[in-house]
């Protein structure tokens, strides 16, 4: 008698992942981070640009956020991909074996964060549905069941989603729903008054609005290792998640700003009159679904990233164990999180982890020159333990970069309780936290770096590639 095989998902913790195990191509990559971009969430995010920039300005400013936001993902990708370790690991080199710790706790924070966002909006989206066609809402019962999905998943594991659910099926429907929401919005609505609306002024002006469209791939650094590590070769890689990732983004930003506009309504209301324009239509109800399919990849991806995350602290604990913990989680903080403090809650994972990347790039492709000792990664004592376990120089350079952020982009969550960044002159406040966040914390880094390697007279390491990892 044949017995049912049932495949127990790998879970390599922070252990780097063999070569052998190594099974995503760039074209995997293309359609995981394709994916992921598609979503609610980021046409909710394109709705912000407008009415305070025009039509044109705001399409720009989509253009060019997303193709220098997705560089920084596609380099934070490459770390992991020559290491084979999960990206809260990879920042171990800068910070210190105990001082990744702490961006690692901000990300858990964060993650379920996101999870319990994604899980809301397609709770939103489903008690619409059920409520135009059964006459039921059952909004709880929605966040417990997506909750539930994106759980699931998460335990399933990324090779497991990405080739058996994504790439056989999720990218090709919502591809197909995507473009049906583009040939809609284009022949139902005057397209040309539209196109040559200008703006209202006020928050965000162009470069604002630049550094909002930024804040979606930055997003996703913290997250972007825990996939790449996966793949066999660093470039194609990383021009595998550029690409996906890019097109996506672009597409679905620019959804949102002309969606909004077409509706007139407010980022606030979007989501409900977005479903209430498409459940009257034919093949509405359709496209409706295919989204909310497509959007449990996110609910996944956050779930099973926060996992990874919590394995940096607690190694020995199963991914699987705490994929199911961190899924309740979510569904908890579901209950009663506010979707109107969305972009507030963009701007406060901006001001954390862009620093933190602007010196993770630094340290790893100027500072090591593509190299890090993945032996030394988990050693008391070894290269990467400094004082105590924590680098000095990195959290002076992340400390720095971030207050820098905070006086370039005034976030209102912050100058409600910090009246000392203030002192922000007028053209960095024009032109958002990213860019002088990054700039600083990379300039720093390099600065402090040297100088405390120059102290104890020690050179810099140039450590070999593991197995299954070529620097490109």
Request: glycine content about 10%; hydrophobic content about 55%; aromatic content about 12%.
């Amino acid at each position: 008698m044949n017995r049912l095989a049932v495949r127990v998902p790998e879970d390599w913790g922070i252990q780097p992942v063999p070569a052998a195990h190594r099974h995503l191509r760039p074209f995997d990559l293309a359609v995981l981070w394709g994916d992921l971009a598609v979503s609610l969430l980021v046409m909710i995010a394109g709705a912000l640009l407008v009415p305070g920039l025009g039509t044109k300005a705001a399409l720009l400013a989509i253009i060019v956020g997303t193709l220098l936001g997705t560089v920084l993902l596609s380099l934070a990708g490459m770390v992991a991909t020559n290491t084979g370790v999960p990206t809260m690991v990879t920042l171990r080199p800068a910070l210190g074996v105990r001082g990744s710790y702490a961006p690692t706790v901000l990300n858990v924070f964060q993650l379920v964060g996101w999870a319990a966002l994604e899980i809301i909006i397609m709770a939103q989206a489903a008690r619409a549905m059920s409520d135009h066609y059964l006459d039921f809402e059952g909004y709880y019962l929605w966040l417990v069941f997506f909750g539930l999905v994106g759980m699931a998943m998460a335990v399933g594991g990324p090779i497991v989603v990405v080739r058996q659910w994504m790439q056989k099926f999720g990218v090709w429907v919502i591809a197909a729903a995507a473009a049906w929401l583009t040939f809609y919005l284009f022949y139902e609505y005057d397209m040309s008054a539209i196109w040559d609306r200008k703006g209202a002024g006020g928050f965000p002006n162009f470069w604002q609005g630049v550094d909002l469209v930024v804040a979606l791939p930055v997003s996703w650094l913290p997250l972007v290792g825990d996939y790449s590590r996966f793949a066999r070769r660093a470039v194609p890689a990383a021009l595998g998640t550029y690409a996906g990732y890019a097109i996506a983004n672009i597409w679905f930003f620019t959804l949102g700003m002309l969606y909004v506009q077409a509706l007139q309504t407010d980022p606030g209301g979007f989501i409900d009159a977005l479903v209430k324009m498409m459940l009257p239509l034919t093949a509405g109800w359709l496209a409706l679904i295919v989204l909310l399919a497509g959007e449990t990849d996110e609910a996944f991806a956050n779930i099973y990233s926060t996992a990874v995350s919590v394995q940096n602290l607690a190694p020995r604990v199963t991914h699987a164990l705490l994929a199911v913990a961190i899924g309740g989680i979510a569904i908890i903080a579901a209950v009663s999180l506010d979707l109107v403090g969305y972009e507030t809650f963009l701007l406060l994972i901006g001001g954390v982890f862009v620093p933190v990347f602007g010196i993770l790039i630094a340290d790893y492709f100027v500072l090591r020159r593509a190299r890090y000792d993945v032996d030394q990664l988990e050693r008391a004592g070894g290269a990467y333990w400094y004082n105590g376990g924590v680098a000095v120089a990195g959290f002076v350079a992340w400390t720095i970069g971030f207050l820098v952020y905070a006086h370039a982009a005034q976030p209102p969550w912050l100058l409600e309780h910090a009246d000392f960044i203030s002192w922000a002159p007028a053209w960095m406040t024009h032109i958002g936290g990213t860019i002088p966040g990054f700039v600083v914390s990379f300039g720093l880094y390099l600065a402090g770096a040297h100088l405390y390697l120059s102290l104890r007279s020690q050179p810099i390491e140039r450590a070999t590639v593991p197995a299954g990892g070529d620097g490109g």
